[in-house]
């Protein structure tokens, strides 16, 4: 399946953050998933790590990021690189919603601050 089509809508509701499945194990991609992210003004982040790399492109507006302990900023075409066994965090640093890009590699999973393991919903 050379082409998935965008769905019309996000798949994915978490409070201030929305998620759109694009290319996943369920829509037909083998290796690697790839979602759109919205966050609000105002979202508060959610830190975790990951078992993988994970990349974030930002497609508009401007992100608060914590990798490690440490703070920065990302704005419009940025990447933001999080690498695997780091806690981070994300949150929107501006007065519109920050839209992001996210690939992931199929099988990684988050671990959260309590230790819990999961696949988040939107790469499956």
Known sequence: ?????????????????????????????????????????????????????EIFIVLSGAASVRIDGVDTAATTHDAIVIPAGVEFELSNRGQQPVRLLCCFPVGGEARLPDGTMLTPPWAQ
């Not at 050379?2 to 998620?19: E, K, L, Y």
């Not at 290319?23 to 991609?29: E, I, L, V």
């Open 1 to 53: 399946m050379p082409v998935i089509q965008a769905p019309s809508s996000p798949t994915h509701d978490i409070g201030d953050a929305r998620f759109t499945s694009l290319a996943t194990p369920s829509r037909g991609s083998i290796e690697t998933a790839a979602w759109l992210v919205e966050i609000d003004p105002g979202a508060p982040a959610a830190p975790h790590s990951l078992t993988r790399e």
